[in-house]
């Protein structure tokens, strides 16, 4: 029913703006006696100018109520309720979600025709069974309907219907406002098109700060829940503490020590993977080989690149756990007779596939990084009689070094932040162990099994996800501001 | 420093050191080096001047095979250092170059100390047997190129913080650091303001009792001021060589006149 | 310079000296020689490495998917024999409904009778357990077609069934009469009566259409398990996606490139981009969580929430690749419409945005492609775990009800313990990369045609 109010002030609003577009540029055409020469602007910016000022704030306050006014409302109600509900363990979220839901099945109840509007108003847990009568019209609900939700449900419908009525008449009056106001003034000397302009801009501009919006929802998201988790946890054992043993019953050990520990390891298997082929193969894509190899093999390593992180998590569980299990594993029957792995999740499965994921990734940023050294450079050590891996090895990389690094750390970044690779092929296990053939768990995937599943968001052990995320999203948003000032430094350097 | 100073110099003959005959260079489809023949002598500078794109460079680069690092060039005829022909089969252009020294157009010292960068060459050549006599050889070097006094107290500073003209001898005295026979140089004073093209100049005049020097210039009071042959290019052609005081006071060809009175260029 | 005329040699000449002719390879040349033919090898292994890496990950995916689009189908005669069926025999739909799924699973098991039977099949097998070769799906199919036609009740239909998951796992090879010696859904002697069933061809293994179109099913009927509804839930994702992030990162990029002022605020929202490009994006995934789903109430596993949170993602993406084609439309292009009097605003909309449409229209492909193949914070808003066996039947419910997407599929099946589900999950990514590449050479071929040498 909401949506269907919603649904016919936004049709309005359009309406409105349509005729408005119409009637400004027609007024424009008159006042310049029907010669457009006459007008400061096009005609079409008077339209545009008009169904602008009737569209635009009439449709910004509509949003912004209709952010606000269930928050409004939830609150006002949260407010009356009785205390003892809340005593009875239920927490505020649980209970303004059951508000919530009855009141939605009323709605349906009463656009299925299972109720009258006055019914809904009244009825009474006492006298009738709400469970059932919603369940017939669909909106199963978990349990009996208390009576104080109830109330509270009719009281939130009742508050919707009035701050619907009000959001109605101030939008259609804001609307009518601005398309009566602009095509008023839409005469000869009016500069339209710098109006119209100016708000492009702004549009141009709000889009260009959603960037920094996303960044701060990032932050603020995470560090509100994660002070909440510091608040029930201690922030001793989450940063020095050596378990992570979560246990829903409360009294967990929460520390990201162990967690750190297989996430560095995993990382830098991989980057012992991916540094050396990756760097050989640019040194070899930019230095030696020829154009043909070269149009051939950079975009097929790159393909390596383009390839969904899913995939190689399912190469890591189904093919490369179980090839090195055939080596390292299974006593007598493995390939070197020795039962060191047990299962396909390990470190080595992980960091292998996690390598070779990074390698186009070394290798296309190191590529770009080498061929950024001049010329000049190779010339003056070959003509001295280097040889060209000598020419390399002692002029070119030394160049190219600080660009290399940035490259690494770029890498490096992004192993640490890798979800799918990790959930699926390196295990649940957090321990410290220097065995690369164990299971062992990083914070990402963490983070996946606390947020996944049945999850309440008062207790510790879900929250501390946000506590996990936030400390990796400044460990790689660290490595990434100081890689990029490396490269950036690195390639002013030679421009 | 006038040119009438070409009237003084000796012009022994000397021993040749590298002869080029019938020459032929193409960059893909174009034919860049037509027909040259040039022999060039031990112990004494030779220009090649010429206008822009005349081949000059070109030509130099065939010397010690640094062209071989394009792979569109291809260089036809016979080019012998001592009697032995450079670009036979055998010939390892590695070997050739540390014999057959370069210097480049743009100063391009390497981002490592000042040590390092003359130290390089010795160092990939195996020519010192120890630190002491690594260190003597970069002194000595950095003595020849003249640039001693000026960077002897810091010798493990980057060789990229120089200035122009001492970058440039820094990459002299890096390439006399590999004790080479012939010593290209590519325009070497281009990049240079007037006083430091005039202390490299006066430097090549002293190279030239230990080495042969070659040198492409696009000036020709420079090739006046410090050559003793000079060689004319034009178009892909070698058009006239022969003393530097004949060619410019007396030139056989008229192309070579042309440009020496400045009507091409 | 009176120290450079010192023509001396201060040292004596060292023994490594090169004095000797240039046809003959000294010691050391040799030894530098071979280090520069092992330096070269390395590059060599290390570009082969790459490419053999990509194989063997090409030939896993096709060696091991190819098999999710074949199915094994069991063809049987099923008489619909009214007096279990419709008991009152006045074929009202209501008293048809009254049987339930299990009323039918005796007409399966006759026409397995009567198929051994007429073909002098010899088996020890009890009729339930021939039953037991086909999906457990079955009856519930044919009951939906007695539901859907009742006119048919009483005569006998050549049906299709698919096969259980272990039978169609033993025509693929899948499954052995070793490796199910432990296993309860299946016995040998089932097996042998597969093979006899083959043999007179009413099992066979055919394209499986339902893989495409299909919806996902429960962790006991592999079989019938399909990437249909998640690619639609993928389908909603990306135009989400699409008509958010285009314009978004479009508009962002005009106001950097062209309008922005050099200052603090506009280098911070540059280094802001660049960093986001690289913000591991199960970071988005929590903010999709904290901010769409706790704190704006929008509905969990709903493509709609991860088409947002892709849209955030992919921002960056967009931003940085339109920003490039801005900056290739050549300054004088701008020149020429401002010196006829074109507002900024016009010269920008009338002039540079077409010509830089190609390389936005590049980017943007590619971008999708990258959100298409994301899983990591669709984990985080939920949209796997569960089964979305229903496509939607409008654009709402396409983008409000739960769903799944192509990715996240695969993980549910990848993480599933039948290894029938790895079979599909092989399957999806064929799928899945079928798109990528599809996309790709789209953005390719659009940037090969359009690109612009100015």
Known sequence: MALGVTGYVILAVLALTVVAFIAAKARAKSAAGGDVRLLHSLPNYYGYNAAMFTAVPALGVLVIWLMAQPMLIENAIFDRLPDHLIEDGFSRNLMMSDVRRVAEGLDVAVSAGAMTEERADRIRTEFSDVRSILGSVGVALGSDVRPEVLSAAQQYRKSSAIGMGWMTGVVLILAALGAFVSVFVSGADFRARNVVERFVLSMLIVAASLAILTTVGIVLSMLFESLNFFRMHPWTDFFFGGQWAPNFRGNSDLSILPLLWGTLYISIVALMVAIPIGLFAAIYLSEYAGPKVRAFAKPLLEILAGIPTIVYGLFALLTVGPFLVSIFGRGEAGLLGVDWMSGATAVLTAGLVMGIMLIPFVSSLSDDIINAVPQAMRDGSLGLGSTKSETIRQVVLPAALPGIVGAVLLAASRAIGETMIVVLGAGAIAKFSLNPLEAMTTITTRIVSQLTGDTDFASPETLVAFALGLTLFVLTLGLNVLALYIVRRYREQYE | MNDMRILERDVDAKAIKIAARNVQVFYGDNHAIKDVDVDIEDKTVTAFIGPSGCGKSTFLRCLNRMNDTIDVCRVEGDIAIDGEDIYDKRVDPVQLRAKVGMVFQKPNPFPKSIYDNVAYGPRIHGLAQNKAELDEIVEHSLRSAAIWDEVKDRLSAPGTGLSGGQQQRLCIARAVATQPEVLLMDEPCSALDPIATAQVEELIDDLRQNFSVVIVTHSMQQAARVSQKTAFFHLGNLVEYGETGTIFTNPVDPRTESYITGRIG | ?454
Do not use: C
């Open chain 3, 1 to 454: 310079m009176t120290d450079a005329t010192n023509a001396d040699l201060p040292y004596s000449e060292p023994a490594g000296v090169k004095k000797g002719s240039l046809m003959t390879q000294d010691a050391r040349t040799r030894k530098r020689n071979a280090a520069e033919k092992r330096f070269k090898a390395y590059g060599v292994i290390a570009i082969s490495i790459g490419m053999l890496m990509l194989l063997v990950l090409v030939y896993n995916i096709i060696s091991r998917g190819t098999g999710a689009f074949q199915q094994t189908f069991v063809t049987l005669d099923v008489e619909l024999s009214a007096e279990r069926l419709d008991k009152v025999g006045n074929r009202d739909i209501n008293d048809l409904r009254k049987v339930s799924t299990f009323g039918y699973a005796p007409l399966l098991r006759e026409a397995f009778e009567a198929k051994v039977a007429e073909h002098g099949i010899e088996t020890d097998l009890s009729s339930k357990d021939m039953a037991g070769i086909l999906s457990p799906s079955a009856p519930a199919l044919l009951r939906n077609y007695v539901l859907s036609t009742p006119s048919v009740i009483g005569e006998t239909i050549k049906f299709e069934f698919l096969a259980s998951g272990r039978v169609d796992g033993y025509l693929k090879d899948r499954v052995t009469r070793d490796s199910i010696a432990e296993d309860k859904n299946i016995s040998p002697a089932q097996l042998d009566f597969v093979d006899q069933l083959l043999e007179v061809g009413f099992v066979e293994k055919r394209f499986n259409m339902n893989f495409i179109t299909g919806a996902d099913s429960s962790d006991a009927r592999p079989e019938a398990a399909g990437m249909g509804v998640s690619m639609l839930g993928s389908l909603f994702m990306m135009l989400v996606v699409l008509a958010l992030a285009l314009p978004i990162g479009v508009a962002a990029s005009i106001y950097l490139e062209e309008f922005a002022p050099k200052n603090w605020i506009t280098d911070i929202i540059e280094v802001n981009i660049s960093n986001l490009a690289a913000v591991p994006s199960i970071v988005f995934g929590i903010l999709g969580l904290a901010v769409f789903i706790n704190y704006m109430h929008l509905p969990n596993s709903a493509p709609l929430v991860g088409g947002l949170v892709l849209t955030l993602m992919t921002l960056p993406t967009i931003i940085i690749s339109t920003r490039a084609s801005l900056k290739a439309v050549p300054p004088s292009i701008r020149d020429a419409a401002l010196g006829v009097g074109a507002s900024k605003m016009q010269s920008v909309f009338h002039h540079v945005l077409p010509l830089a449409a190609p390389g936005i229209l590049t980017g943007t492909i590619i971008g999708l492609a990258q959100a298409l193949g994301e899983t990591a914070p669709l984990l985080l808003i939920g949209m796997v775990g569960f089964i979305a066996s229903n496509p939607p039947d409008s654009i709402a419910s396409g983008l409000l009800d739960p769903n799944s997407a192509m990715p996240a599929q695969i993980y549910e099946w990848a993480k599933r313990s039948d290894p029938a589900f790895y079979e599909r999950a092989w399957g999806g990514i064929i799928i899945l990369l079928g798109f990528l590449i599809t996309m790709n050479t789209i953005a390719v071929i659009l940037r090969r045609r359009f690109e612009r040498r100015w």
